[in-house]
């Protein structure tokens, strides 16, 4: 099971981004992409990784940070095995690597510590310059 995060780069505030996380290999034991919440955080230099957004399974709940509540959309297509967050109005305070996560969890409740989710992809850097 591989999770791969794309999309990353250099964009000067204000400006925005949009990264993808693909969902390929075996799958994760006998289920499916859309048995799985989907979640992105990200760390900072010198800092702690730290939850920025999660989607559900069906798509229908999301939950962000406050950090990035307004500016950020996360979203899926589960035909596609993909997971994406749309990153507007971005700031200096928004660099840093972002990871794409999932949570086996159709529960309706939307995670957001490192531990409850299972599969972590690489990571795509992000930098906004000011």
């Known amino acids: 099971v591989q999770l791969q995060a794309s999309g990353g780069g250099l964009v000067q505030a204000g400006g925005s981004l949009r990264l993808s996380c693909a969902a390929s290999?075996?799958?994760?034991?006998?289920?499916?992409?859309?048995?799985?919440?989907m979640g992105w955080f990200r760390q900072a230099p010198g800092k702690e990784r730290e939850f920025v957004a999660a989607?559900?399974?069906?798509?229908?709940?999301?939950y962000y940070a406050d950090s990035v509540k307004g500016r950020f959309t996360i979203s899926r297509d589960n035909a596609k095995n993909t997971v994406t967050l749309q990153m507007n109005s971005l700031k200096p305070e928004d660099t840093a690597v972002y990871y794409c996560?999932?949570?086996?969890?159709?529960?309706?409740?939307?995670?957001?510590?490192?531990?409850?989710?299972?599969?972590w992809g690489q990571g795509t850097q992000v930098t906004v310059s000011s």
């Open positions: 996560a999932a949570d086996y969890n159709q529960s309706g409740t939307l995670n957001r510590l490192e531990y409850q989710y299972e599969f």
């Open positions: 989607i559900s399974w069906s798509g229908r709940t999301t």
């Open positions: 290999g075996r799958t994760y034991s006998d289920y499916s992409f859309s048995d799985y919440s």
